[in-house]
């Protein structure tokens, strides 16, 4: 337990969580399920007789949801992927020899890590062109595209944070060995830093990754249809007030489905890494 | 101007070296022939560790000059790299890289910098291994090696480059007193076989020994040198005199 | 202050950039409401989080499984479920039965939507400064507790004057974080209609059709807020820093 407990308080600990996902029992899957039941329960005791019940109108739209769903998961990817490439580049950037990258490298990252996600998913879809001309031919760009594009930014600040911080907490003594072996200063990044620093940032970029998905739905407020916005329009077109709590719920169980494996799954990895 | 043998293989010259306000070296002399092993001794904060870290550039002097080879080190054009592959060191702490095999260790330097080809460098290595003492190591990683074997593959990956001098910084000072003799015994094969040795050591026994000669530095400057017998017995210095019979 | 107004009327005039949060007093008056609510949101949030991170921290070391258990709950949903989607859960699904007539016969809302999101995201950030403080308390070596009771203390009082000081400390970085988090995530009250800085931004680009001029200076003041925020942490942080001290 101290253990987990100092793992929890390290410096290269992802900042956003600051703290690592105990290990989740099913008990909590099975908790909130049965919370789930009772509630739709009751709120079909208070449906008038007539109407469908609230498990049936569930499954019902539940095909559209997961239609939503998937369209989180896949924006959370997408800006994952472009969120790692560029905040990798942004993190060796933060440690160059040459002071003036070191510096652009640094404010970018500052700046982006200082905003708040929704304002520069606002900044993105609307600032952002609808249309792009590349050569001859004019390319569409969807409000998807354009929020993906606005989540990536704040994950390009903090991985580079994350490389930035694992490649400081290599011991210099890594630094020097290279040296006196005669590597440059690529090589030695290449071939001796950067493959230890991989293991420390494995899991602090899986919680960066549970982050970013639960902050997907923000994605519904600029406009984007994704599960959030389903949700709320399943709401308006069925019209009764006992389904918004279970539905809510059911969108909350929908992400906990998801994100308690990836939250097990980087505790156990943690702890592994731990160890050595 | 080329190198040859009889010159000096290290020489340096009135060497000053600060870090920040704090002044480590202040006018080091020495010089080391070509097979020569010397020891350093001293107290700790006598500036030894910057000292050695000099010979292969790791950390650039101040002023004064430094010799490699014939190739003057204070010097903006230095080739860093080549110096490297000339001068070998073995650290205190190691620094085996450890997400690599111990043969990773010894082989990954003469193939991505000398650029030699992998099977006759593969050869070399488990040589080198057998050499200090390791075989059937290779396939271990440093984390499950204990210290002195740690230490002993370091000094494999050093000889690995075949250098022409190898620096050694307080090798056995993390060690249990138990593998010291393990690594010591593996300095003392490597001098015997006419290696240029630079040792930096508290080990007086192990100094008095394997050394040439003795140099003896407090607070930045060469207080006193020469051979172990002349040295131990009739050193001139009150400092030096000092120095042993706290350690003695 | 006229002055100053005036000239972004005539970078308006001149330029076209389009700044009447400046030079227009409706504006003016509209944008500084929404900074000041956005301030009152983030230090109620603030102060909210840390009491709840408090109690809990507590509860968990609780002797009741069922009382550890419910808390572990509690966090587990919180920290992998969507905050937006919590936010809508609480104002629109149980906000919905939250309801009184008034006394014009209309049905109000009994918690109004500042009031949700203040619960929600103190909620939201609670349980992830309930690991925190957790974790700051069990890296306090438990000789040091053992250490103050032999030097007389109670239980609490060691607790009191001994663990939770250190065991604030030790936690400080991550407490940091989460908090510039919390902040940062304070605008998704935006979505359930609370006037802070977006949602009256919103507001004005609608009437002035100046999009990237807001834009922009909702960035610049977001940014600036949470800089002067991670400052103030940081120099927190260095003040209540203990001289020598490394955590095993």
Known sequence: MAREARAALSPLRMPLTGVQALPLAPRHGVMLAVFLAISAGVAQAQAAPAAPSIILTMLKWTPLLAQGFALNIAMSFLAMAIGTVFGFALGLGQISLLAPLRAGARLITQFFRNSPWLVLLFYCMLLLPFEVRIGNSIVALPGWAKATFGLALPVMANVAELVRGAVQSIPSGQWEAAESLAFTRLATLRMIILPQCIKRMTPPWMNLYAILTVATPLTSIVGVSEAMTLTGDILSSEGRTELLVPMYLYLLMLFFVYCYPIARATAALERRFAVR | MTWTPDQPLIRMRDVHKSFGAVPVLNGISLEVMKGEVICIIGPSGAGKSTLIRCINALVPIDSGSILVEGRELHDPRLDKLALRRKVGMVFQQYNLFPHRTALDNIMMAPIHVLRRDRASVETQARALLRKVGLEGKEKFYPGELSGGQQQRVAIARSLAMQPDVMLFDEVTAALDPETVKEVLATIRALARDGMTCVIVTHEMGFAREVADRIYFTDRGVIVEHGPPAQFFAHCRDPRTRQFLSQIL | ?248
């Open chain 3, 1 to 248: 202050m006229d002055a100053v107004w005036e000239w972004f009327r005539v970078l308006h005039a001149t330029t076209g950039i389009k700044l009447t949060i400046f030079y227009d007093a409706f504006d003016r008056a509209r944008f500084f409401n929404g900074f000041l609510t956005s301030l009152r949101l983030m230090a109620l949030c603030l102060l909210c989080s840390v009491i709840i991170g408090v109690i809990g921290a507590w509860l968990q070391g609780a002797r009741s499984r069922l009382v550890r258990a419910t808390t572990q709950a509690y966090i587990q949903f919180v920290r992998n479920t969507p905050p937006l989607v919590q936010l809508y859960f609480f104002y629109f699904a149980l906000g919905a039965y939250l309801r009184h007539t008034n006394a014009a016969g209309l049905e109000v809302p009994i918690v109004t939507n500042f009031v949700w999101a203040v619960i929600c995201l103190s909620l939201y950030a609670g349980a992830f400064n309930v690991e925190i403080f957790r974790a700051g308390i069990e890296a306090v070596p438990r000789e040091t507790l053992e250490a103050a009771e032999a030097l007389g203390y109670s239980r609490l009082k060691a607790y009191l004057h001994v663990v939770l000081p250190l065991a604030l400390r030790i936690s400080l970085p991550a407490l940091n974080n989460n908090l510039v988090n919390l902040v940062k995530t304070t605008t998704i009250a935006y979505a359930i209609a609370v006037p802070e800085m977006l949602y009256v931004a919103n507001q004005i680009w609608s009437d002035e059709l100046n999009v990237a001029e807001m834009m922009n200076v909702l960035l610049v003041v977001y940014v600036s807020l949470v800089g002067i925020l991670v400052y103030a942490m940081g120099r927190w942080e260095r003040s209540m820093r203990i001289p020598g001290y490394t955590p095993t």
